[in-house]
Antibody, heavy 118, light 109 residues
Framework: EVHLVESGGGLVQPGGSLRLSCEAS????????MHWVRQAPGKGLVWVSS????????GHADSVRGRFIISRDNAKSTLHLQMNSLRADDMAVYYC???????????WGQGTLVTVSS | QSALTQPPSASGSPGQSVTISCTGT?????????VSWYQQHPGKAPKLMIY???KRPSGVPNRFSGSKSGNTASLTVSGLQAEDEADYYC?????????FGGGTNLAVL
């Protein structure tokens, strides 16, 4: 069974940094694109970042490009999101998702909450 | 990377059918057959309901169906049941990025 478990969320001041992690199990991690999707309180889903199976290509939404970096450690089946220069509008639940091979998000973690506040 | 356009709400009575639209552009929905739909109950993570426009993952009832015409995709829920009450989001590949819709709250009256 596929499991995705996010960690690393919490309270951070504006301008601060956080590193999110997503531990994957139940599938061959190094064979799948992986994504981060976020959801601000009471709002909709927003794509944040994606990375290819080898970790050699990544893409980021315009709103986070230059501040967030997605990476992966296939040996440890772990996905990361380094978030720098955090702003109030980055406050959200961040979900780790697996691409099922059909340019979709077929499995989701439970999410980790990032709160940006002074 | 503008969000896809969905109606904020939809509703139907048990047993009825409801269709939710999702409008994009020629750069996302119109360009790729990689439209997917997600169901989200309050406080829960989203769940994949439809992928590649009209395919259902294992375990998703055949009451859920998807289609696409031009720059607009649609999700139809037939034979509405109380447990179908949730938020629904469409999503599309847009080349080097992904874009989601703003979400539709489906109420089963």
């Amino acid at each position: 069974e596929v499991h995705l478990v996010e960690s690393g969320g919490g309270l951070v001041q504006p301008g601060g940094s956080l590193r999110l992690s997503c531990e994957a199990s139940g599938f061959t991690f190094g064979s799948h694109w992986m994504h981060w999707v976020r959801q601000a309180p009471g709002k909709g889903l927003v794509w944040v970042s994606s990375i290819n199976p080898e970790g050699t290509y990544s893409g980021h939404a315009d709103s986070v490009r230059g501040r967030f970096i997605i990476s992966r450690d296939n040996a440890k089946s772990t996905l990361h999101l380094q978030m720098n220069s955090l702003r109030a509008d980055d406050m959200a639940v961040y979900y780790c998702t697996r691409d099922g091979g059909n340019w979709d998000h077929d499995h989701w973690g439970q999410g980790t909450l990032v709160t940006v506040s002074s | 990377q503008s969000a896809l356009t969905q109606p904020p709400s939809a509703s139907g009575s048990p047993g009825q059918s409801v269709t939710i639209s999702c409008t994009g552009t020629s750069s996302d929905i119109g360009a790729y057959n990689f439209v997917s739909w997600y169901q989200q109950h309050p406080g829960k993570a989203p769940k994949l309901m439809i992928y590649e426009v009209s395919k259902r993952p294992s375990g998703v009832p055949n009451r859920f169906s998807g289609s696409k015409s031009g720059n607009t995709a649609s999700l139809t829920v037939s034979g509405l049941q109380a447990e179908d009450e949730a938020d629904y989001y469409c999503a599309s590949s847009a080349g080097n990025s992904w874009v989601f819709g703003g979400g539709t709250n489906l109420a089963v009256l």
